[in-house]
């Protein structure tokens, strides 16, 4: 695949096991994704234009073309990110829509961005103008490298959406890479940034520009990780992922996004060139922290501090600060690994993150945001003032706005960019690894056209029902092409698989079928869908004693609100002696309701003095999709369920 390639993608790498399938080649039609694709362009959009305009981010490119930038900017270091962001959500919107009225605001914006830029090719609205600090002045907290890096992104996105366009954003994003080249590249300053996030943005800018001078400077920033080259903090160097080199760590540590992007662009650096050490080391860390570090949401980081994974096992429900943006981070790392080894874990781990971290963040409107994902809410939350940004990143419920937005708009890239993590192909025929309705046709190099749709209500129906919309060249012997399907890890057992009429069991993994198909084929796919109880490892000992409740790919939760007159859901104990039921569309449980004593002192000695009494049982009582919870005001939750036993 030439780096040059057209496919209208935020990730395409020069060779890989996979190949991915972009905007021009997917399409999502109806179901969970397409409403949730829907309110993003409808409202998120708009909302984060807005207030990105009364926080005053947009205008600092204003103050910083005119002069007046030291005294009158606003935002935080990194506020020129989230504009960046905002352009790399229009630009991917723009593609999948062609929406006119957007393409006037993008490029509004990006006509304001540009006015800011030295004539050097430095952007940046915080640092290095009479009455700021100098460039580069504050590698560990500055996040220069790191705003760069979203624009670039923005750029890529604009390059493959519409290519040529003459808005000037890829060159404003050339300049500004070259900048960096000159300035840390070979003989340059010998440092990095303290929140990691360039290095995939330069690697992907190389592959649209066909220029391997951003390719050698991602190489090399993913190379001086690690080495102690940013001051240490009090969270220690292992916060910026720079206590151990990428190739000698483990596993994933410090804070959650920079670890995840530093290891998505590690993996992008080790694609592009062969470097199979590198990439081994990328795989080591993701394996083991999904093993022993990820929440059963797939949210990532348990520590509040410092927003930053735990120790291994260290998975407090209440406790849990899995941040939007650690998922989404997730699940750019993920992706890449799948494409360069196509093994279906990594796409298992996408589709829970996506349905219960991603699609957690924005309520049902898409005009307020979690940042934090916590699985475990003890009291009542409080309303936040719609019109003031949130100051806690653990908001006790959907904030309009944060001092610190970051999520918002990630949320907003990555739920336009969506299409493009669906489905993929390679020289055998296509791969679908996500499911949701909509029709995939991709264009092999032989100029044959491979095609199909897909009919289905997942994740509410475990049905999968894929047809065949193109025909063949000639006899049915003449061109076989394969066909495979992923068969999550929950789906253990249960599932079948029916082609031609004939239906088989399968299993966990991608099953595959190759023939000569015909237009009107079918394959259906049927996963089992009863809810079922989910376990905690005895190592957790936070969830010690306690379920979770699943369906298909979505964790449920127990909300305060379904059960009227219990003051919190810390009062109920589950039956787990009978199964969760569907009950008139929705999950439910058996539950005790148990009242404690209130001791002057939390402890004894006498084993069974404490232990609570139930009063009050419940047959039937019903459970919220987790990524639904605090949709109908405030209340109390929890994923983690204590159990009669």
């Not at 059963?296 to 600060?321: C, I, K, N």
């Not at 993929?424 to 491979?450: F, I, K, N």
Request: hydrophobic fraction near 40%; aromatic fraction near 8%.
């Amino acid at each position: 695949m030439s780096r040059t390639a057209s496919t209208a993608a935020p990730v395409l790498p020069i060779r890989g096991r996979l190949r991915p399938l972009g905007l021009g080649d997917v399409r999502i039609t109806g179901g969970f994704w397409a409403e949730r694709q829907s309110v993003n362009a409808e409202a998120t959009l708009a909302h984060v234009e807005y207030w990105l305009e009364r926080a005053g981010w947009t205008r600092n490119f204003d103050l910083a073309a005119s002069g007046d930038i030291a005294r009158e900017r606003r935002g935080r270091e990194f506020s020129d990110s989230e504009v960046y962001k905002l352009l790399e959500a229009m630009a991917w919107e723009i593609g999948r829509t062609g929406d006119e009225g957007l393409e006037s605001r993008f490029r509004s914006i990006v006509e304001r961005v540009a006015a800011a830029q030295e004539p050097d090719g430095y952007l940046n609205t915080k640092f290095g103008r009479p009455g700021q600090a100098p460039r580069w002045s504050d590698l560990e907290w500055g996040h220069e490298l790191y705003c760069v890096g979203h624009l670039l992104q923005a750029a890529v996105a604009r390059a493959r959406t519409r290519p040529g366009a003459d808005d000037g954003l890829v060159e404003v994003a050339r300049r500004a890479a070259d900048n960096v080249c000159e300035t840390f590249g070979p003989g340059g300053i010998d440092g990095l940034c303290g929140h990691a996030g360039i290095e995939t943005a330069l690697v992907e800018f190389a592959r649209v520009t066909d220029d391997d001078r951003y390719l050698a400077q991602a190489a090399l920033f993913v190379d001086r990780r690690g080495h102690g080259r940013l001051s240490d903090v009090e969270f220690g160097r292992e916060y910026f992922q720079d206590e151990l080199p990428v190739r000698h760590a483990t596993v994933l540590r410090g804070h959650a996004v920079r670890a995840n992007y530093l290891a998505a662009g590690a993996a992008d650096v080790a694609v592009e060139l062969k470097d199979a050490s590198l990439l081994d080391a990328v795989r080591n860390q993701w394996q083991n922290a999904v093993a022993r570090r990820t929440y059963v949401t797939g949210g990532q980081g348990s520590r509040h501090q410092d927003e930053a994974f735990g120790e291994d096992w260290v998975l407090p429900p209440d406790r849990a600060y899995s941040e939007t943006c650690a998922g989404i981070g997730s699940v750019m790392l993920a992706w890449r690994l799948l494409l360069a080894d196509g093994d279906p874990r990594y796409a298992d781990l996408i589709e829970r993150t996506l349905f219960n971290v991603v699609s957690t963040s924005p309520s049902a409107d898409g005009r307020s945001f979690f940042y934090t994902n916590t699985l475990h809410r003890r009291e009542l939350g409080t309303l936040p003032d719609a019109d003031r940004p949130s100051l806690r990143a653990a908001a006790s419920l959907r904030a309009p706005w944060f001092e610190v937005s970051c999520c918002p708009t990630n949320v907003a890239r990555t739920l336009a960019s969506l299409t493009a993590y669906v489905a993929t192909s390679d020289d055998e025929g296509l791969q679908l690894h996500q499911y949701m309705p909509g029709a995939v046709v991709h264009r092999r190099a032989d100029g044959r056209d491979l095609g199909v749709s897909v009919a289905t209500n997942y994740p509410y129906d475990g049905e999968i029902r894929v047809r065949i919309d193109t025909d063949g060249p000639g006899s049915d012997a003449d061109d076989p092409w394969s066909l495979s399907l992923r068969v999550p890890g929950w789906a253990a057992e249960g599932a079948t698989l029916t082609v031609a009429g004939q239906t088989r069991p399968v299993g966990p993994g991608v099953v595959t079928e190759r023939r000569a198909w015909r237009r009107g084929d079918e394959v259906v796919l049927c996963l089992p869908m009863a809810p079922r109880f989910t376990y905690p490892h005895t190592r957790i000992d936070a969830a010690r004693g306690c379920v979770a409740v699943e369906r298909g790919p979505l964790v449920f939760a127990l909300e305060s609100v379904d059960v009227p007159g219990v003051e919190t859901v810390d009062e109920l104990r589950v039956d787990t002696s009978q199964a969760p039921r569907l009950v008139d569309g929705r999950v439910t449980v058996r539950c005790e309701r148990v009242r404690a004593d209130e001791p002057d002192w939390p402890y004894r000695t006498d084993p069974d003095g404490s232990a609570p009494v139930a009063d009050e049982q419940f047959d039937e009582v019903p459970l919220v999709e987790y990524h639904a919870w605090a949709n109908r005001g405030p209340s109390t939750m929890r994923v983690w369920l204590p159990t009669t036993a």
